[in-house]
């Protein structure tokens, strides 16, 4: 059964720090990596991973794939209050015409004190 | 554009009876995806659909539960003789291609009393 796996599950830092939030994955047939950030409602997307070692960045948001050691990192550096959210990381996998389910962990939720 | 819709928010049901999600995909895109996500948990795959078509239900529960996306209209996820496990946030998603990011609706918060 495919598997992803967050790390820390939660997470309480100052404004202007820096963090790093970990995904693993132990899937089959790996299609690409997506990060999403949940506040009350909607998990909104954040980045589409395929290709390791590329950074993809967003403003103060960076994020990365080792395809090798099977993980992502999400950056955000200069963290903000508005930043405080539960973040997903979501493993897209499968042969064939499967390759479109997403199976998420458990998401890391992070508080960004003023 | 306007993104994902999803309707009711809130839906507060009582042992035994049906609920009903309706879930409007962004403007252009034909493929649909339903998850649930039970208190701490993750979201899980429940189904995908295109239009009037299921091409993938292998998340769903064998009974009580449906989905359809008619040629007209909005996806409707069906739940009958809710019982209280099914107490979850139920989350559409939509995108273009088969091959490409989902976007989410906001939730539907079913509560079985």
């Known amino acids: 059964e495919d598997k992803v796996v967050q790390s820390p599950l939660s997470l309480v830092v100052h404004e202007g720090d820096t963090v790093t939030l970990n995904c693993s994955y132990e899937?089959?047939?790996?299609?690409?990596l997506l990060w999403y950030k949940q506040e009350k409602k909607a998990p909104t997307f954040l980045f589409m991973l395929?290709?390791?070692?590329i950074e993809k960045k967003s403003g103060r948001l960076s994020s990365i794939l080792d395809k090798k050691e099977l993980f992502s990192i999400l950056n955000i550096t200069a963290t903000q209050t508005g930043d405080s959210a539960v973040y997903l990381c979501?493993?897209?996998?499968?042969?064939?015409?499967?390759?479109?389910?997403?199976?998420f962990g458990k998401g890391t939720l992070l508080t960004v004190n003023p | 554009n306007a993104g994902v819709m999803q309707n009711p928010r809130h839906l507060v049901r009582r042992r035994g009876q049906e609920a009903r999600l309706r879930c409007s995909p962004m403007?252009?895109?034909?493929?649909v995806y339903w998850y649930r996500q039970l208190p701490e948990e993750g979201l899980k795959f429940m189904v995908y659909?295109?239009?009037?078509?299921?091409?993938?239900e292998s998340g769903m529960p064998k009974e009580r539960f449906s989905a359809e996306f008619p040629k007209e209209g909005p996806s409707i996820l069906r739940i009958q003789q809710v019982v209280r496990g099914d107490s979850a946030a139920y989350f559409c998603?939509?995108?273009?291609?088969?091959?490409?990011?989902?976007?989410f609706g906001p939730g539907t918060r079913l509560t079985v009393t």
């Open positions: 998603a939509s995108s273009p291609q088969v091959v490409s990011e989902q976007y």
């Open positions: 899937v089959t047939n790996f299609r690409s």
């Open positions: 395929t290709s390791s070692g």
């Open positions: 979501a493993v897209e996998a499968g042969s064939g015409g499967s390759n479109y389910k997403l199976t």
């Open positions: 403007k252009g895109h034909s493929h």
């Open positions: 659909l295109q239009k009037e078509n299921i091409i993938d």
